[in-house]
């Protein structure tokens, strides 16, 4: 007979929270192996090579054991990317908030989270699905949810204030994954690229029907060196995300330029 529905999302919860029985069975040789040991291996492995290079069999191999091995202690990937979430979210920094304006508030917790993913680009090649339900979520969660705390807002304002400024950080660092894969995959930094095809681009491309895109992309281009530069979209996405959140924690209040508290 095949599991119940949910009996692998029910273990993973259990593991998540190191719960007892959820392991492997204590009976027979003592255990050489444990959880965290298994966690700890495979995020080394998605570190360095991606999600692409993160199997059940590699991390197997790393850990020196059998793949029917590994599967006594997690049900599979998904659970395994699951506890490897929850304990990159459990070892964030999580500086107090205790006396800083609002913005500085927030603009703190949006950097935490994109120096995760920079520290950690495999966070932002995993899939969306529902979060881990983990120890490392719910104190991540609480501390970020604090960063609200004396604005006014209500309950499911707050947690949708949150969700808004997480997206952000989310759909920066997603761009800033798909571009560094393009270079590498393309083996060209941006220079050499527009070099290669920028004779081409001349022959096909007039200026006069498309002005706008001639004039404002040139000047972009220019500024930044790069078709895209992700210091510079999280720091102007970021300014406008905290001008949009001042609508709700200071109505009637014109936003201050340039993202200052």
């Known amino acids: 007979m095949g599991k119940e529905p949910g009996a692998d999302a029910a273990r993973t919860l259990r593991l998540l929270w190191r719960e007892p029985g959820s392991g492997p069975s204590r009976r027979g040789p003592r255990q050489a192996l444990s959880i965290d040991a298994v966690v700890e291996a495979a995020t080394a492995l998605a570190d360095a090579d991606g999600l692409d290079g993160l199997t059940m069999r590699s991390v197997a191999q790393r850990l020196g054991v059998t793949p029917m091995t590994l599967y006594t202690y997690v049900p599979g990937k998904s659970a395994l990317l699951d506890l490897m979430l929850d304990a990159a979210y459990l070892r964030m920094p999580r500086a107090a908030h205790d006396g800083m304006p609002w913005r500085a508030r927030l603009e703190a917790v949006a950097r935490a989270n994109r120096a995760l993913y920079r520290r950690h680009p495999w966070v932002a090649e995993r899939p969306v699905s529902r979060p881990p339900l983990g120890p490392g979520v719910m104190a991540k969660y609480e501390h970020e949810l604090a960063a609200f705390d004396g604005l006014g807002l209500d309950d499911v304002t707050t947690d ?102």
């Open 160 to 261: 949708a204030a949150l969700t808004y400024l997480l997206g952000f950080v989310d759909s920066v660092a997603r761009a800033e994954f798909h571009a560094r894969a393009a270079a590498r995959d393309s083996a060209l930094t941006d220079d050499q690229w527009w070099a290669a095809h920028a004779p081409v681009l001349a022959t096909v491309f007039d200026p006069s029907r498309y002005p706008r895109a001639a004039r404002i992309g040139s000047a972009a281009g220019e500024t930044h060196q790069s078709a895209y530069d992700p210091e510079h979209a999280f720091a102007f996405g970021l300014a406008r995300v905290l001008d949009g959140l001042a609508a709700l924690v200071e109505p009637g209040r014109v936003p201050p330029e340039h993202g200052a508290p």
